[in-house]
């Protein structure tokens, strides 16, 4: 490269740099007003999320990034980022703002674990006085502890967010303890739970069931589903319910004896197509840069999803198919289904395959409609 080459092109980065920078403050700023914008809202009861309002804003950036020559999709691409940034800071905001937990004490049982520690990070925003009891602690002092027993005995809140079996027992410790607590737990399958919780109800517990249906790594609860189940005290389902009342949360009622059925399809399914899916590529032989130099976009997302899978905790994974007394079902479902699609291709039968693959689309579609309808449902297409 020559010289004038060299200096021009250091011009034009120190350039690019300089954009760089405005773009990173202009951000800054944006969010700044949208902290404003939640303040407003949340002083005058208004929803924090508004889908025709950021459809508006897309449409219109889409349509000015067309006039100064810039590809829309990047522009859209941009702009939602910036939107979720933004919902994300009027969330975390207005909880704080709520104060909901001021003077008042949580513990979190599992708080070490992801999703505790997630709960107890949650709670605290909120103002309360979160005390973490889990076998972990490393230092046990006044805000985290190793047994429930050396837990403040007159909490607010506890937060069953240990292990499934883990927390059956606590469960039946709580009962024969008492407690004023409002009490929930979060486990991912209910079965071996559902009579202690109904036990617990029956004699006098302010229990309630609760299963948050999106990861640890969650910030924007926007778009994500709470579900919450009655064991026999209604208002301790209020209750669990207010704690998103500040989120935009879609918190969702269902009866408890159907949560493992549903689950065995929603986790339980998916879980057990990626854990497989990933399995046969790490058994192929083929090494990972090789399939890293061709790998289509579709392989590309399916890995994607069976990364976040395989790298979560595989007791609770195992839990979940092991415990819910619905998975059977479901994995023979799986096992029937890859055996017709084996079928179809060894018996060469293009209209069997195109049969099934032709049903799954419709049932796919039929699913992203209903979805659409529930968080678009002012859009006349839903």
């Known amino acids: 490269m020559s010289e004038p080459d060299s200096h021009e092109l250091d011009a034009l980065r120190a350039e690019l740099d300089r954009i760089d920078r405005a773009l990173i403050e202009r951000a800054a700023e ?53 939107i979720e940034a933004s919902l ?36 605290a925003e909120q103002g309360w006085r979160v005390v973490v009891v889990d076998p972990a602690v490393p230092a046990p002092g006044t805000f985290a502890v190793r047994d429930l ?30 407690t004023d607590a409002l009490v929930l737990d ?90 497989v899916f990933a399995d046969a590529v790490a058994g192929s032989g083929r090494a990972p840069d090789e399939l890293a130099e061709i790998a289509s976009t579709t392989f590309g997302r399916q890995l994607a999803i069976a990364r976040d899978v395989t790298h979560e905790n595989p007791a609770l994974y195992f839990e979940i198919q092991r415990l819910n007394p619905d998975q059977a079902a479901v994995l023979e479902a799986l096992r029937r289904s890859v055996e017709r699609l084996i079928g179809a291709v060894e018996q060469d039968d293009a209209d069997a395959f195109a049969e099934r693959m032709t049903a799954a689309a419709d049932w796919v579609e039929g699913h992203q409609r209903a979805r659409r309808r529930r968080t678009h449902p002012e859009d006349p297409e839903s």
Do not use: Y
Request: net charge neutral; glycine share 10%.
């Open 149 to 178: 027993d050396d837990a403040p005995g007159d909490a607010d809140l506890i937060v069953l967010a240990a292990p499934i079996q883990v927390s059956a027992d606590l469960l039946g410790t709580l009962i024969g303890r008492g």
């Open 186 to 275: 979060l486990a991912s399958v209910k079965g071996p739970l559902i009579p202690q919780l109904r036990r617990a109800a029956e004699t006098g517990l302010r229990v309630a069931s609760v299963h948050p249906m999106f990861g640890p790594d969650t910030r924007l609860l926007a778009g994500r589903h709470v579900l919450f189940m009655d064991c026999g005290k209604a208002d301790a389902v209020d209750e669990a319910r207010a704690l998103f009342a500040e989120t935009m949360a879609d918190c969702v009622d269902v009866p408890l004896d159907a949560h493992d059925g549903l689950m065995a399809w929603v986790l339980g399914l998916s879980h057990a197509t990626n854990l």
């Open 30 to 82: 944006r969010q700044r007003v949208v902290s404003e914008i939640g303040r407003i809202k949340n002083s005058a009861g208004r929803a924090l999320r508004d889908f025709r309002r950021e459809r508006q804003v897309l449409d219109g950036v889409r349509a000015r990034a067309s006039e100064v020559g810039l590809d829309p999709d990047l522009a859209e691409t941009l702009l939602t980022a910036l």
């Open 88 to 123: 994300t800071r009027q969330e975390t905001e207005r909880v704080a703002a709520s104060g909901r937990g001021e003077g008042r004490t949580a513990i979190v049982v599992g708080g070490l674990g992801r999703m505790g520690d997630w709960t107890a990070r949650f709670l």
